[in-house]
């Protein structure tokens, strides 16, 4: 449930389909999530799972399958 949802934030964000979320969407590898949309996503994540990424994990968040494993330090369950 919880990667669907993070599934769907980021397709949101990105303005992408949900089919093109995968593990190994990586930041920078489509035009659509560049540093701009990095900040949105990064937002919109800490909003949709009442989190508060800190610096480091922002910046190491590089990929879909990042983001699931520095949301489950948070006590995300996936």
Known sequence: MNEQKLRTIFAEVLGIAEEQ??????????????????MALVA???????????TDDVIEMSSFAKAKEILQKYGVEF
């Open 21 to 38: 979320v995968v593990d190994d969407l990586k930041y920078n590898s489509i035009p659509e999530w560049d540093s701009i949309a990095h």
């Open 44 to 54: 919109a994540i800490d909003e949709g799972f009442d989190i508060m990424m800190d």
